[in-house]
Structure formats: C-alpha cells, structure tokens
C-alpha cells in the first residue's frame, strides 16, 4: 500500500473527465467539462480534436482543485477513453486532417454492406471477433484515406498517425507523442484490424480494409509505462503514463469483475454489458463480441460484450430534440408520474441497432400514442426501452454461456436512476447491484496505471488492495428481480415487436 495519488482521465463521448484517486480507489477530487458535438449529416457524429484536448486540460485542473492537492504529488496517470472514435494526424505536426469520427457515426455503413457482400464477414468474425459494423475504427480509417486529398498517399509513406482517443492523449501528453506511438490491446480490438490470437495487426485484415500498417500504432498491454508527461501545463514532466484502457473495459476491471462470468453494465451515451469469459477468447453464437479486457504483463483477459448505441443520449434527445425535460436529471420524477407506459413502446435505435442485431439501417421508433399519451408516458417509455435493449444483451449473453446470469454490477451516469434499475432488475429477471460509487471507468483507469508504475507488485495485489477499503465499492442498493412478473412476458412481447418495425426498410 501507499500514499501516492494517482490521476484518471476518462475521455467520453459527451466530455471529459479527471478524478484524483487514491491507490484504494477513493476520489479526492472530479471535474467534468462538456464539448460540442458535430452532426455534418444525418447518422454522422464528429469531435473536433482541439475540444478534445482542452477539455482534458480543464478537467485535470479541476479535478486537482477539486482534491486540494498539487500535481507534484501524483505518481501516475491512467487514461480510458471511448473507444472507436477515430483521428488521423500529421505525425511530424499533430495536426489532425479532419475531425474526429465518433463511434457512433454511421457514415460507413454502405462500406461494411459491401464488405459482408463479398463473403469477408466471417474472417473479420474469426480473427477479431467482431462484425462488420460501422461502429467500429477500421472502416473509419479507410473513410479518411479516402476522402482528405492525398491522405493515402501520406499514410502509405509513414506521413501520417491513426489512434483512437487514448493514442491522441497520449500523444499530447508526451510532447508531441516523441516517446511512442500506442494503442493499448483493449483499444486495438475494437479496430477490426486486430487479431484476437495473435494480439498484434493482422495484415490480411489491413488489406481487406485498406489500412495501411504503416499509419497505425505500436499495441501494448493496459498497464505499463508508454511515456511521460512534458510540456503539459499544471502537471509535471516525467510523469508516468501507466494505464490505458478503452472505457468499457476500465469499468469491467473498476467493478472488481476478475472471474469467469462475472458481468456489468456501464450506462453512459450507450449502454455496455461485458462478462468475463477468462485467458481465452470464446466466438458469440448471438451476435455479441468477443473482446479483450484488459493485458497485464503477459496476462491477457477476454470478454463477451453487447452494446447498445444510444442509453442516456436518449434522455438527451428527449431534452433537446423534443423538450420533454429541461435537464436530463429531471426524467426520472416525470416519469413516475405515471405507473406504466400505457402502451407506449420507445425503441431508442437513433444510431442504428448494435448487439444482438447489428442493424446499421435501424431507426428510433415511438409507437403505442393515443390523444393520452402525455411527457411522462414518454419518458417512462424512454426509461423502459433502455433497459429493453440491455435485456437483449443479457439474454444473449446468458445463451452464449450456457447459463443465465445471477446478478450484474452497473456503473455510469444513468445508473443513477432508480426507476431505470427497478425497470431493468424487471424486465430482465436479474438481480441487479448498484456500488455506492459509479466513477467505475475512471477507477479502472487508475487501478490499471497503479499497477503499471509499480505501485502494486501486480494485478492480484491491486485486487486486494481494492477490496480491502469498504470506500472502494461499496453496494449502495440492490435492486430484485420481481418473481413470477406478468408484466414482463407482455412488455417483451411488445417490445420485440416494436423493433421489428423499427427495422423495416425505409
């Protein structure tokens, strides 16, 4: 054990946040800054990457405010970050060619038809264990080749860097990314270029995608140093960077889930399930993914993952788009203004179906209104078609393993909501548990980099060293499944309908 602090930076989808922790995981200081989403088309989402940055930049300083302490008194810092996000910059300069495209952005879909069209889904299946998705980072790289002037010419001579979200941070951490040029494993899985086995590029993977190796990053396990701060303003040079890991993976190792099977669920943006299925990966029968959790030393674990796209960003667009509630904190209180939905069936696929669909043509429905049906039918309808989407994941999820799920840990902003996780405990039939702290990501973020600057002898001693604080991850509430709820075999019903429809041609 030690004294020594340890500073998380979770870079998401909708802004930035850094917390100060201690090596038991307690926060001693958070700061969150929002960003300005970019919609240049219908379906697609862009981040200008300088917003990016000075948002890390500002909460880092709060967060340091916020704990009262000064930067010289950090030993490391821990980076998770959303994940496919892509960005493509001048390695001589850094400066990016175009906006970031975020996960969410739909641009490519035609560009993954084609690919499925032309038999190459099952090899991507097999090596990657993902889809052909434009979810994912590789088409979104060829996107970019593709559509800056000359930029595939730049790449295929060494011109230009490709990195997801923790690549660009590490670059800006470390005076102008001169120390390395990295990924971590968990990131480079979700690029559709990585192989599963082999944990490194796959060439044939970069030719099928037309990604050239030579614009993409070195990979390297989530913890361990890949550099050192330099020329950063309010933190010190020589600062290790110890810790990478895409988000849903820093809140699998946050939430303590070191066993085979043992699940969460972060509610962010989207919504995340993850198990862990152990040292080896498993192929999804219906249709998750097969992902790597985290690498410590030559320790590799793998995960099944389910996402729904659009979670909290549903209560967003309730907000913004349609001005059913004035702040997103305010939808739970409408919505138990009223008992049920009367009907009403929210299916939240603004961004396309992820798992167990992959449906990238997919549209948000709203169906079941009559002269009755008021703001907090909506916005219970809103609340119960979240969970919808993460009971098909679970369900999924309980297939592939052969065994239904006991129990799921949640973390994220919207794991707040009571009526969503009383709403979820139902419609799945699961138990479900809520830790007194939801800064899971950030925490995982942290662990990983205390390890990585040997602060912990290894991944076991950070184990104990977690459970060992009741402050760590205490189990605020849990929430039962109701038994034998008749509701719930309707609400199904009604819901798999609904989708179907949210999935018809045009």
Known sequence: MTDALVLAIDQGTTGSTALVMDTTGRTLGRHNVEFEQHFPEPGWVEHAPDAIWQSVLEAVRGALRAAGVASGRLAAIGVTNQRETTLVWDRATGVPIHRAIVWQDRRTAP?????????????????TGLVCDPYFSGTKIAWLLDHVPGARARAERGELAFGTVDSFLVRQLTAAGKEAHVTDVTNASRTLLMNLATLDWDDELCATLGVPRAVLPKIVPSAGVVGHTAGVEGLPDGLPIAGL????????????????????????????????????????RFGLLTTVAWQVGTEVAYALEGSAFIAGAAVQWLRDGLGVVQKASEIEALARQVETSDGVVFVPALAGLGAPYWDAAARGLISGLTRGTTRAHLARAALEGIAHEVTDLLEAMAEDLG????????DGGA?????????????????IERPRDLETTARGAAMLAAVGAGLFVGAGDAVAAMRAVSQMAPIERAFAAPPGDERRTSARAAWRAAVARARLPG
């Open 415 to 431: 794991a707040a909501n009571d009526l969503l996780m009383q709403e979820q405990a139902r419609l799945a039939g699961l138990d």
């Open 403 to 410: 065994r239904p799920l006991a129990k799921m840990r949640v």
């Open 111 to 127: 560009r993954c038809a084609e690919l499925r069209a032309a038999g190459q889904e099952p090899l991507v299946k097999e090596r």
């Open 245 to 284: 890991a895409g988000d849903q993976q820093a809140a699998l190792f946050g939430q303590a889930c070191f066993a085979v099977g043992d699940a969460k669920c972060t509610y962010g943006t989207g919504a995340f399930v993850l198990t862990n299925i152990g040292a080896r990966p498993i192929p999804s």
